[in-house]
């Protein structure tokens, strides 16, 4: 195993663990953008909780959005500016793409 932070190791081919990261970050912008504009209290709660943490969480906080772009070697800035531009229309897109097998 290689320490990459105090809090988190991940293993040396560390393909799962980066796949399971990537994975909340994609899920708090999907739901960024599905839920954006909502209404309904449980959509702008979903919305509320996934903008939180992209935008205004702390950044030195185990698996924070910050921690995970550090673990991932991402620039968290730029997975906020393309967050922002994503639309409905494109999240159910990449889903039905992904559901397809074809990621």
């Excluded at 040396?12 to 899920?27: P, Q, T």
């Excluded at 992209?54 to 968290?76: P, T, V």
């Excluded at 800035?77 to 159910?92: A, E, G, N, P, S």
Aim: charged fraction near 30%; proline fraction near 0%; glycine fraction near 4%.
């Amino acid at each position: 195993m290689v320490a990459v932070h105090a809090q988190i190791q991940i293993m040396e081919d560390g393909r799962g663990e980066k796949l399971l990261l990537a994975a909340i970050l994609r899920r708090a912008a999907y739901d960024i953008a599905l839920y954006r504009g909502e209404t309904e209290l449980w959509k702008l709660k979903i919305w509320k909780d996934a903008h939180d943490w992209m935008f205004h969480g702390e950044d030195n906080r185990y698996l924070s959005f910050h921690h995970i772009c550090y673990l991932l070697d991402q620039n968290a800035m730029q997975i906020r500016r393309k967050t922002l531009r994503l639309t409905k229309q494109d999240v159910r897109k990449y889903d039905m793409v992904e559901s397809n097998g074809r990621v």
